[in-house]
């Protein structure tokens, strides 16, 4: 089950339209099983794995944390926390046909929050995965959650990986 409502908006989950966006900032944290299991059943299904790795520009880039468990089909730099910021995110997703997009990774209320908000505002139907995602400040972790389910859904929805793998054995 996804709320604030059922998702995709259209009742059908096409693994063709489907991708990842596994999500890395400069922080450590501690979801990178959850992540690598949802990867396994996205690739799976056909979906695209994209490793987004977002930075404050005042930062450095991080060495890459996720890089040899993960095995992204394609790795996107950001100039900030919102992964489409100076990278070429946009144009990885739309070439490949995907508009479905799961995000996971860390930090739920940075890099995957900023992220998730700036691809609905490009169109694309977004599902964060709650459970796959780390904060980085865990007593802000509902606020960004109850953030992006309110106004009906306004950034998108929220799931789980039990949800989104009870969506993919559906399609």
Known sequence: MTTPY??????????????LLAVSCPQPADRGEAVEALAGRVRQAGGLIVSVRVRPPSHPPAPPADAAPLKPDQVVHAAGWDGFHGSDLDSVLRAAGR???????????????????AANDRGYECLLVEDACAAAAP????????????SGGIFGAVGSTTAVATLMERS
């Open 6 to 19: 059922p998702w995709p908006w259209d009742g059908h989950l096409d693994p063709v339209r489907l991708a």
């Open 99 to 117: 508009d479905l997009l799961l995000l996971a990774g860390c930090c739920l209320e940075l890099g995957v929050h900023s992220t998730m908000r």
């Open 139 to 150: 007593d802000l972790r509902h606020a960004a959650l109850s953030t992006i389910e309110m």
